[in-house]
């Protein structure tokens, strides 16, 4: 039998429940029609699975809780309380200094109990202590994406620079409520700034495949692939995804480098066909599980038929692009690349009122996901002079395809073995916030440096990602060194999850 | 006098605009926690001065109070306040909860709770007294 209570005796299970992370003890608290109102959501939220959601999600993100009734008013059917709630973001990196990032605000609580169920619940706080004012400054070097007035009304607080475009990272939403939007429902990237070199003409393929590492002698129009391109000493330059959307056109759509620089002083001065140059083509991202729902609403059912790392021209609510099967996230995802920008805004905004349906939220990238799943970046290579079988990307590497750029160094390399290698690193304890790559060692004088760290939702630790002495093993233990002392890890295997 | 009764005493001087009327209700070392104004305020000073800066930047604001719970000690209330900005054009309504605490010199305290993020930029000039300000 389901159990009753007393607004009073609701009032103490909510807050005990919430101080012990107990999730499974809010689950007969609520009656089926309940309301849910608080300031940190964006409307009230009406039914009791969609609370214990919101519940569940709020419990993810945060650790140390403490909930300090101060005064309880409690009559037959109702109770107002007066307190102050404290805790610490879990997945938000401490401050420089080392103190964790808080979340502690006072509050008033007002529930109405019907028939021993809790109808209502509303809480009265402040939230502007808790959120940013206003985004990090800009300044105009460096080029705004089409989509910044989406990104500014979706509450953008942080950027990095990325291909000399402001890349919209951090919203006012914690990283478990981005976490379980990503991987629960689905996500909208601005990825503007991630480019494309475009190679046309009648050798663009041939080209392509001198300026990477991957054979494309079976590349068909509407394939993608994941590949590389290296520089003469085999040191990976960045990872792109090449699309190859119509004959004699390929995309190299790529992270934070001038590959189309790079690409157009190399086709000067060797004999190809093509030209080489960068469209204004600004992709967004629609990653999770209800990305296919959501596009099929909006393009049509032609979208399910699109096969992974496979591409097509369609029409997005009006507006000519490619769509793509690929993406960030480690699962089902899309990417969406309009022809022209002129029409920007229209598509962001079409693409936000189909999400809506399926609770879609405006965020950054996930770091948190790509690093479970082992989903890299070149920024994962910069400033390291890492070659592919060092970044784990061995299979990536054709050296029996003929003459490409970085080849004679990579078949050393293949030959001699690499000195290094990719590792994951399960973590002991808190992590600093990572402002540069920190030392790894072990107690046989074997090293590396960890360059991605991140909480891990799923497993509920922190990991990291490491270029490593390549004799480290899986269950070796090393020391993280940084800036607030040293931390204890184990090697493990990449992808975590 | 109740707790309650200094509750709608409180909203009904500060719904007629009556600065001197409204801080006689305090204590001389009470706090006033009113997120719009971004500070806590402590005594009748600057409680003075934080309901000055009030109606300085409104034409008009009401708060009305639909559901209360009290003891003899404390009482907290629940509603809304709808207020009509100098700068803006419109008139913003928001929910807000306020819990009240009195003594025999009158109000102890009296803390605001509403989301000020939405209304960021109510309080644009100075709000605390000086050493010299009058209540």
């Known amino acids: ?145 089409p989509y910044w007035d989406g990104t500014v009304a979706a509450g953008v607080s942080e950027f990095m620079v990325y291909n000399h475009m402001y890349f919209p990272l951090v919203y006012h939403h914690s990283p478990a409520e981005e976490y379980v939007a990503l991987t629960e429902r689905v996500c909208l990237w601005d990825v503007g700034c991630e480019r494309q070199t475009e190679l046309r003409g009648p050798d663009a393929v041939r080209f392509a495949d001198y300026l990477t590492t991957r054979s494309l002698a079976k ?84 979208v399910e038929g699109l096969g992974f790392y496979k591409c097509q021209p369609m029409r997005v609510a009006g507006i000519d692009a490619v769509i793509s099967r690929t993406g960030w996230s480690g699962g089902l995802g899309y990417e969406i690349f309009p022809l022209s920008s002129e029409r920007a805004m229209d598509l962001w905004n079409a693409l936000v009122e ?35 079988y060092e970044a784990g990307h061995a299979r990536l590497v054709d050296l029996d395809k003929g003459d490409f750029i970085g080849r004679s160094a990579l078949s050393k390399i293949a030959s001699e073995g690499p000195s290094r290698s990719t590792i994951g690193l399960l973590v002991e304890g808190d992590l600093p916030l990572l402002e540069w790559y920190w030392p790894i060692t072990d107690d046989n004088g074997r090293s590396g440096e960890v360059r991605w760290a991140v909480h891990s939702f799923q497993r509920g630790q922190n990991i990291a990602i490491a270029v490593a002495d390549a004799a480290l093993q899986q269950g070796d233990k090393v020391y993280i060194h940084h800036s607030k002392g040293t931390s204890e890890a184990r090697v493990t295997t990449v992808p975590f999850a | 006098m109740k707790v309650r009764d200094h509750l709608n005493a409180y909203c009904r001087t500060f719904n007629e605009r009556m600065l001197e009327g409204a801080v006689a209700l305090f204590s001389e070392h009470a706090l006033f926690e009113m997120p719009l104004l971004g500070q806590r305020l402590f005594g009748t000073a600057e409680i003075s001065a934080g309901l000055r800066r009030i109606f300085e930047v409104t034409e008009r604001a009401e708060i009305r109070l639909t559901h209360f719970q009290e003891n003899d000690r404390v009482v907290i209330a629940e509603g809304s306040m709808t207020a009509k900005l100098q700068r803006d054009d419109g008139v913003v309504q928001f929910p807000l909860a306020i819990t009240l605490s009195a003594e025999d010199t009158g109000i102890s305290r009296l803390s605001i709770y509403l989301d000020a993020r939405p209304y960021r930029l109510w309080v644009d000039g100075p709000i605390f007294a000086t050493s010299t300000s009058s209540n």
């Open chain 1, 1 to 145: 039998m389901s159990k009753t209570y007393t607004p009073g005796q609701a009032l103490r299970t909510y807050c005990s429940a919430y101080e012990r992370r107990a999730e499974h003890e809010f689950s007969d608290l609520f009656a089926d029609n309940a309301i849910f109102d608080l300031p940190l959501h964006d409307g009230r939220i009406i039914g009791r699975q969609g609370i214990l959601d919101e519940i569940r999600t709020a419990l993810i993100g945060l650790k140390n809780i403490k909930v300090v009734l101060d005064h309880v008013l409690e009559s037959e059917s109702q109770a107002f309380a007066e307190g102050v709630f404290y805790a610490e973001h879990v997945g938000i990196p401490p401050h420089v200094d080392g103190t964790p990032m808080r979340v502690d605000f006072k509050f008033v609580a007002i529930l109405a109990v019907e028939h021993g169920k809790v109808v209502r619940w509303s809480e009265y706080f402040d939230t502007k202590p808790l959120k940013p004012r206003e985004r990090t400054h800009l300044y105009p070097i460096s080029r705004l994406s």
């Open chain 1, 219 to 302: 590349l068909q129009v509407g394939d993608c692939k994941y590949t590389l391109a290296c520089d003469p000493q085999g040191e990976i330059i960045c990872d792109p995804v090449l699309l190859h959307p119509w004959q004699n056109v390929i995309w190299l759509s790529h992270g934070d480098a001038d590959l189309t620089l790079w690409a157009r002083g190399i086709a000067l001065h060797v004999g190809f066909d093509v030209e080489v140059c960068e469209p204004d083509v600004a992709p967004l991202q629609i990653q999770g599980p209800r990305s296919v729902h959501m596009l099929r609403d909006l393009v049509g059912p032609q």
């Open chain 1, 354 to 388: 189909a999400g809506r349906p399926h609770g879609l939220m405006v965020t950054g990238p996930n770091v948190f996901r790509a690093i479970e799943k082992g989903v890299t970046d070149t920024a994962y290579y910069s400033n390291s002079g890492m070659n592919p």
